[in-house]
């Protein structure tokens, strides 16, 4: 089985989870496997000590010609900014059509985006910035729902433990599930959280820029119930529907139904997790109408239909009554 050559770009002011929790994944299925099947590395611009937003200081090797199976670009506050250098486009450029495969942790997006490698191509980054990247890069597909996106040879995460989930489907897409399901045993991490599964934190942070925006989104929260339309929500905003779909699009990264839906998600799924109400009654309560319809925005968010985030939630309810006991 040959080893494949995976290393990690990483930038001054960098967060250390976007690249460790990765890389120490990488390093499990090393370890758990019991055979080098990746050979790690770890780089940056100018090379030598990169210090992280943490403070820590990172020991890296100058980029150059070298050639890569793997090379994933973590986040940093510099490519949020759209400082990325002619130098460092040009890497980009030629590592995307050297390597296998390419990626970016949370906002790394940003620099495969400078380079133009994400044209065209649906990705995801931290829902904080969003918004942003699709506004400084329009011609990137940006899904701020997602966990971790993959479109070709491109690979795409939220932020901090989003990129655990991204590196443990590339062990998967490499060795298959036992090993990516052994290395999260050993990190003790869930596996797996599917891409498409919500940031759902991003749910409760949701806001617009604007006061018309942020009234809309304040008037869907309290109205769950009722037909939300755009034309709805525009009126609201006090705004025309093209103007309102364009601003809200700007100023959250989600078109107003998608939205719409995510917080009727969440609002059902807080019920489905701590009440016993019947599914078709929530359903109905949170604006999906019938039970199926929720269930499919489920499985679309969640990766799980609404069965079975309340039954895994009876399952740690019962495991903390048990420990608490112990």
Not at 96 to 119: E, N, P, W, Y
Not at 120 to 138: D, F, S, Y
Request: hydrophobic content about 40%; glycine content about 8%; some cysteine.
């Amino acid at each position: 089985m040959p080893v494949r050559d995976t290393a990690f770009l990483i930038f001054t002011d960098c967060s250390m989870l976007d690249f460790t929790g990765p890389l120490s994944a990488f390093d499990a299925a090393n370890r758990v496997s019991g055979k080098q099947l990746y050979r790690l590395s770890l780089l940056s611009e100018p090379g030598g000590m990169i210090r992280s937003s943490a403070g820590a200081c990172i020991q890296t090797e100058r980029i150059g010609a070298a050639s890569f199976d793997t090379l994933v670009v973590a986040g940093g506050g510099a490519p949020r900014e759209g400082l990325v250098s002619e130098q460092l486009r040009s890497y980009i450029v030629r590592a995307a059509q050297r390597s296998r495969r390419i990626a970016g942790v949370c906002t790394g997006a940003f620099v495969l985006a400078a380079s133009g490698v994400l044209d065209g191509k649906r990705a995801t980054t931290h829902w904080r910035v969003a918004a942003k990247l699709q506004k400084m890069h329009p011609k990137v597909l940006v899904d701020s729902d997602r966990i971790y996106s993959r479109d070709g040879s491109v690979w795409t995460s939220a932020g901090i433990s989003a990129g655990i989930d991204l590196a443990l489907a590339l062990i998967e897409d490499d060795h298959g599930a036992d090993l990516a399901r052994a290395v999260a045993r050993e990190l003790v991490v869930y596996h797996r959280r599917p891409g498409g599964q919500s940031q759902f934190s991003a749910l409760q942070e949701m806001d617009g820029g604007s006061d018309r925006i942020r009234r809309a989104l304040s008037f869907a929260r309290e109205h769950l119930q009722q037909e939300l339309t755009v034309d709805v929500l525009a009126e609201v905003a006090c705004l025309s529907r093209r103007q309102f779909d364009r601003a809200f699009t700007a100023e959250t990264g989600q078109t107003p139904a998608k939205a719409i839906e995510q917080m009727r998600a969440e609002a059902a799924r807080i019920r489905v997790e701590e009440s016993s109400d019947p599914l078709e009654q929530i359903a109905r309560t949170t604006g999906f109408g019938d039970a199926e319809r929720m269930r499919r925005a489920f499985m679309r968010l969640f990766g799980q239909p609404p069965q079975t985030l309340r039954r895994l939630a009876r399952g740690y309810e019962e495991q903390g009554r048990l420990e608490t006991a112990a």
